[in-house]
């Protein structure tokens, strides 16, 4: 049962640009590292991006970065992925995650303590 609760996403031209967005309810999470995983067809879940508890630190995959950028709000319940330049590569479910290890996150594990229920991104060529 997801916890976070995802919106945006969508089908894009390669080139293009969407938006993600996790938010979790109330200040349960607030404390929390979060970021996104994504799993594409017939691959397994990888690590996209990450933003600390208090939105000053942020790593990604190195496969987005200088395409994506990971933030988050003032009030720490909700957070952005802006992804600009898409690639059709980048076709995929993306899930966020809320988590007490940043550098576990990157890694591409656990321990997650909060999904949400996955947004489908389709960039065509």
């Known amino acids: 049962q997801a916890q976070l609760e995802e919106s945006g996403g969508g089908l894009v031209q390669a080139g293009g640009s969407l938006r993600l967005s996790c938010a979790a309810p109330?200040?349960?999470?607030?404390?929390?590292?979060m970021g996104w995983f994504r799993q594409a067809p017939g691959k397994e879940r990888e690590f996209v991006a990450v933003?600390?508890?208090?939105?000053?630190?942020?790593a990604y995959a190195d496969s987005v970065k200088g395409r994506f950028t990971i933030s988050r709000d003032s009030a720490r319940t909700t957070v952005y992925l802006q992804m600009n330049s898409l690639k059709p590569e980048d076709t995929a479910v993306y899930s966020c995650?809320?988590?007490?290890?940043?550098?576990?996150?990157?890694?591409?594990?656990?321990?997650?303590?909060?999904w949400g229920q996955g947004r489908q991104v389709v960039v065509s060529s």
């Open positions: 109330g200040r349960t999470f607030s404390s929390y590292a």
């Open positions: 933003v600390s508890w208090d939105g000053g630190s942020t």
């Open positions: 995650a809320a988590t007490d290890s940043m550098n576990a996150m990157i890694e591409g594990g656990g321990p997650v303590r909060a």
